[in-house]
């Protein structure tokens, strides 16, 4: 049955493959049998070399003791201290340990590729694992040397016969092998972009034990448990604030610049049933080095942004990806004005919320989209576009194993519980936030409405008033009447349809700025949200592993192996070489899925430490809403001043 990282018992990243904790480990039992004259391979259990998620939190002295053979070199050659001490840090895996020894022997004719693989078959037949442990590493160095002193004698028998006694390394051989230039770097390097699977590249994910690196780095050993109360284990809080800070500093999602990219659309008739609109992108964005500065332009159709949404889900899918506003068209419909409008600013906002993102600006494929002129439909055809998961090949930082996750890992589970359970209540609450605002916007465009009707009707009240209210008869207006009392009345009532025309005025433009402004800010928080919630269903999709039935497999053809190699002699040895590779297949594709899974980890916690800033858009939206609404009140309050001014005094209340 496969795994989740994020489902589990009480830990949602934990991938099922704990060490057995009860004293009752059926594996060792099992795997008691000798192989002929070697021993055995180790079935999967606490006798093996696997690193679980919890061992690689553990960096006390028992895990050592663990993965560590029994038996000890105490005569360390001269030479081996010397290649230990310069290659230790950069050979991290199987793959590093052909590319900066057994390659370089090779070149210089020490040996041949097939003593290489026979070393290889002895390194993962006899637990030579991890490298990290220095013990491992000049065990593999013994074999070398056995090997180049005497072809056919580096073997797993010999090397402990001659465990203490282990032939130095020629002067010019450690020179070889220590020697450090930028070529043999780059070497190392496994371009995610361009490996078609970690495999093909022989990418050994093993992960290093890197407490001692740790230590040095930050004053003390690794803590896992985060216990400040040893001096020895304790991570300097300075640290991780500087850490999670970097990682916050990244991105800000203010929309202090909300123009940051425009978009308009431009209607274009194309056939006699359909009606597609394109629209004009500008900016100002210099998005890598290579791009030029200056204003930007180029002309995108709807469906080029649901095919870069598309391939942003597929090579980013652990990230806080912007969601788009829905097509909504039917065949043969005329498009709303109003929904077209929604549509842009929807599209807008997807555009400026990626350019914030500081991962995906960075995308080869969203700078193209925001700076290449060219019809996107056609630059697809013709690029060659990898849309491979944006860690592909590579390998997780022992930082973040040792350092990182023991410090914060605690809290940052609880607090990705939190947010996942409580996400969805959050979105319906500000929903409806949204919609009150969008009623306050429409009730303000009513209110401008009617005061235009108030002029109307005014202006229409005084034409007819006079007829009732005659101002020149002077026997029914008596002799001493004021006769010009109906035209001041008049008079006032012309400043009053004035103050309902200019506060018309000033409803329309508040309701602009609602509507354009203040309101695009609540959707864009809202839209945040809805990302950080589709992070979460894709992640709890996405992050499944079949490591139990890896496990479960391997335990199998380990016990097929033993029982083949002991009771069946007319077995040949290649079928034995073939059901060994199997289950070496098997080790790497776990420990390749362990290392995707801590990959996994560290970018959602990276993603979720920036949507941390996310809070600061709600201060923004009602910081702006609450200036908007003071300035329009003054400016309101202004006019009915001016208005009370003028008819207070001016308006006849009697004879």
């Known amino acids: 049955m496969s795994n989740s990282i994020f489902q589990s018992s009480d830990d949602p990243w934990e991938n099922g493959w704990a060490t057995n904790d009860n004293g009752n480990n059926n594996s060792t039992s099992a795997n008691s049998n000798n192989l002929g004259s070697s021993p055995s391979i180790p079935i999967y259990g606490s006798g093996s070399t696997y690193i679980t998620s919890s061992q690689l939190l553990n960096t006390n002295d028992d895990l050592d003791d663990e993965l560590e053979h029994s038996q000890q070199i105490t005569n360390i050659p001269e030479s081996y201290l ?34 290489k693989l026979r070393i290889l078959d002895i390194i993962y037949d006899n637990n030579l694992l991890p490298l990290s442990i220095a013990n491992n590493f000049y065990q593999i160095l013994g074999l070398i040397g056995l090997e180049i002193d005497s072809p056919g004698t580096g073997d797993f028998v010999t090397l402990r016969f001659k465990l203490n006694k282990l032939p130095e390394f020629s002067s010019a051989m450690v020179d070889l092998l220590i020697e450090f230039n930028d070529s043999s770097n780059n070497n190392d390097f496994i371009d995610p972009l361009n490996v078609n699977s970690p495999s093909e590249k022989g990418l050994d994910p093993i992960l290093k034990v890197h407490s001692s690196t740790a230590g040095g780095l930050l004053g003390g050993t690794n803590n896992p448990n985060g216990d400040p109360s040893s001096s020895d284990n304790y991570v300097d809080n300075s640290y991780m604030n500087k850490y999670v800070t970097e990682i916050r500093d990244k991105f800000k999602p203010l929309i202090t610049a909300f123009d940051l990219v425009k978009i308009k659309e431009v209607p274009e008739k194309e056939g006699l049933l359909f009606k597609h609109i394109n629209y004009i992108i500008t900016h100002d964005l210099k998005l890598n080095t290579t791009t030029p500065a200056g204003t930007k ?12 949404l598309e391939f942003l889900l597929e090579k980013y899918p652990f990230r806080v990806i912007p969601g788009l506003p ?33 991962i995906l600006r960075e995308e080869p494929v969203v700078v193209t989209f925001l700076t290449v002129p060219t019809d996107i439909s056609t630059w697809r055809k013709q690029a060659k576009i990898d849309s491979s998961i944006e860690f592909k090949g590579e ?24 947010a996942e359970h409580s996400i969805t209540k959050l979105i319906e609450v500000w929903t409806k936030i949204v919609l009150l605002v969008e009623r306050y916007e429409k009730r303000q465009q009513q209110i401008s409405y009617d ?9 229409q009240f005084k034409t007819l008033n006079t007829r009732i209210y005659p101002n020149e008869n002077e026997v029914l207006l008596g002799e001493n009447a004021n006769k010009d009392d109906i035209n001041l009345i008049n008079d006032s009532l012309g400043f009053i349809g004035e103050f309902f025309n200019k506060s018309c005025q000033s409803l329309i433009d508040e309701s602009y700025s609602i509507n354009t402004i203040i309101l695009e800010k609540f959707k864009n928080y809202l839209d945040y949200l809805y990302s950080l919630q589709e992070l979460f269903e894709r ?8 490591i139990d039935l890896l496990e479960k497999r391997i335990k199998e053809n380990e016990l097929r192996y033993n029982k083949l190699s002991t009771e069946d002699a007319e077995v040949k040895g290649t079928d034995l070489a073939k059901l060994r590779q199997i289950i070496i297949n098997d080790k790497q594709e776990i420990f390749q899925q362990l290392n ?3 990959l996994i980890k560290n970018c959602c916690f990276e993603e979720f430490l920036m949507f941390q800033e996310t809070q600061y858009l709600i201060s923004e939206v009602w910081v702006d809403w609450s200036k908007g609404r003071f300035k329009f009140s003054e400016k309101f309050m202004g006019l009915q001043e001016n208005l009370n001014n003028e008819i207070s005094n001016d308006m006849p209340l009697s004879r």
């Open 82 to 115: 010397k290649v230990h001490s310069a290659l230790s840090e950069r050979i991290l895996s199987v793959n590093d340990l052909e590319t900066l020894i057994f390659d370089k022997l090779i070149a210089h004719e020490y040996f041949n590729n097939l003593q």
């Open 297 to 308: 332009k180029v002309i995108r159709r709807y469906s080029d942004f649901v095919w870069l």
């Open 326 to 358: 829905p097509k909504k068209f039917t065949v043969g419909s005329s498009p709303d004005s109003q929904f077209l409008q929604r549509r842009r600013r929807g599209l807008h906002r997807f555009l400026n919320q990626l350019v914030k993102h500081p």
């Open 395 to 418: 390998k997780i930082s022992t930082n973040f194993i040792n350092v990182i996750w023991p410090k914060i890992g605690v809290e940052f589970l609880k607090n990705w519980s939190s």
């Open 451 to 459: 005061n235009g009707k108030f002029v109307e009707m005014l202006n």
């Open 539 to 546: 992640t709890k999709k996405l992050s499944i592993n079949n």
């Open 596 to 598: 995707r899974d801590w």
